[in-house]
Structures are given as structure tokens and as C-alpha cells.
């Protein structure tokens, strides 16, 4: 069975400083890895995902991250973060050989902007 | 467009009483999931299903029934609420299973005294 590690449960940081929220991931087989985001008494969204091709993956509102295959990790980043950036993140991985297996989500990282 | 609707979004239940949990969604996907949200353990999967008429258990689903009559709903069942299960419980919905973006509704915060 697969598992997600987000190593830290709370990461405060200042406006306009860089930021990266870590998540490891343990697999036996190959896996598809995500960021979601989910703002206060909200529903969670899709920041981005890593499926296949380049390791370094784009997503919505200036994040980015990185697969790293040899590490197992899949590190959230964002050079620059704002106050609406406050939300908990959460890193969830699905393995490819299966279509019915959902998600399985890490315990999250609560990001806390401050001015 | 609504996408992913819960209904109720708040409840309180005494311990035994029974509820349904409604999820809806109107993107026509074959997908849909149950999960529930506690402090520090992130989301686990309760119950899902791959298409109208199947489901399947999930990480969690102990005390917990579901049903999928319509491709557009899914529905979870309480039949005899426990303090355990006081949670924030997410539905989501997708295209497909693995690889596909799922999409959450906003929960139901369910408190069981």
C-alpha cells in the first residue's frame, strides 16, 4: 500500500518570502502525485499534478513542484507567497496500475502568511 | 455549472440516531468518492464508486453504508451514529480513477453528541 508523509504540520512565513512545504511519498509501484489546497471551511482544489514527462510541474496561483524519483519526494514551492495564499495543502498520491483506487492524502501542511 | 454539491452542510446527531449524507454532481463523471476530514490525519476514503449501480470500500469504512442508484448521486448512511464518527465528510467526484483531477464538494460538518 502506498503512504504520504508531509513532514511538517505548520509552516508560518512573511509576505513576499519563498516557501516550500515537503511531502514524501512510499510506493511499491508507480504512482501519480498531487497538491491539493483547501482554504478555510472550503472544499479542496487541484494546485497541480505530476503524471508523466518533465518533473518539475507547474500548477495554479504561481506554484511549483518537483517529482524526485530517487528521493520519493514531491516538494511544493512558490518564490513568492501572499496573505490569500493562507490555506492548508495537502500532497495525496494514486497508484497508475489500478483505475479504482483513490486518493490517498498526506495529513496536510497548514500555511500560515503573515504580514 | 454547480459541480460537487453536499446537502446537508451542518448536522447534529445523538449517539444511534441515523442520517443520509446526499452528494450530487452534474459534470457526468463515472466517479465518485466519500471521504472524511479529522484533525492531523488528513482525508481517508470511506467508500467509493467506479459507476451507477457498484461501490466499494474504502480506507475507513466501518459504520458507514453508500448507495449509487444514479450516476449523478451518491449517497452515505449513517445507520447508527457513534461519537467516532463526528468528522467534516468531503464527497468528490472524476472523470476517471487514477491520473484524474477530483473535485470536492465543500462538506458537511457532522457533530454526534
Known amino acids: 500500500a502506498q503512504s504520504v508523509t508531509q513532514l511538517d504540520s505548520q509552516v508560518p512565513v512573511f509576505e513576499e518570502a519563498p516557501v516550500e512545504l515537503r511531502c514524501n511519498y512510499s510506493?511499491?509501484?508507480?504512482?501519480?502525485l498531487f497538491w491539493y489546497v483547501q482554504y478555510p471551511n472550503q472544499g479542496l482544489q487541484l494546485l497541480l499534478k505530476?503524471?508523466?514527462?518533465?518533473?518539475l510541474v507547474k500548477g495554479i496561483n504561481g506554484f511549483e513542484a518537483e517529482f524526485n524519483k530517487s528521493q520519493t519526494s514531491f516538494h511544493l514551492r512558490k518564490p513568492s507567497v501572499h496573505i490569500s495564499d493562507t490555506a492548508e495543502y495537502f500532497c495525496?498520491?494514486?497508484?497508475?496500475?489500478?483505475?479504482?483506487?483513490?486518493?490517498?492524502f498526506g495529513s496536510g501542511t497548514r500555511l500560515q502568511v503573515q504580514p | 455549472n454547480a459541480g460537487v454539491t453536499q446537502t446537508p452542510k451542518f448536522r447534529v446527531l445523538k449517539t444511534g440516531q441515523s442520517m443520509t449524507l446526499l452528494c450530487a454532481q452534474d459534470?457526468?463523471?463515472?466517479?465518485m468518492y466519500w471521504y472524511r476530514q479529522d484533525p492531523g490525519m488528513g482525508l481517508r476514503l470511506i467508500h467509493y464508486?467506479?459507476?451507477?449501480?457498484?461501490?466499494a470500500k474504502g480506507e475507513v469504512p466501518d459504520g458507514y453504508n453508500v448507495s449509487r442508484l444514479k450516476k449523478q448521486n451518491f449517497l452515505l448512511g449513517l445507520e447508527s451514529a457513534a461519537p467516532s464518527q463526528t468528522s467534516v465528510y468531503f464527497c468528490?467526484?472524476?472523470?476517471?480513477?487514477?491520473?484524474?483531477?477530483?473535485?470536492f464538494g465543500p462538506g458537511t460538518r457532522l457533530t454526534v453528541t
Open positions: 510506493s511499491s509501484v508507480s504512482v501519480y
Open positions: 464508486s467506479v459507476g451507477e449501480g457498484t461501490t
Open positions: 468528490a467526484s472524476s472523470y476517471r480513477g487514477t491520473g484524474s483531477e477530483q473535485y
Open positions: 459534470m457526468n463523471h463515472e466517479y
Open positions: 495525496a498520491v494514486s497508484v497508475r496500475d489500478t483505475g479504482r483506487r483513490a486518493l490517498t
Open positions: 505530476y503524471l508523466s514527462g518533465s518533473t
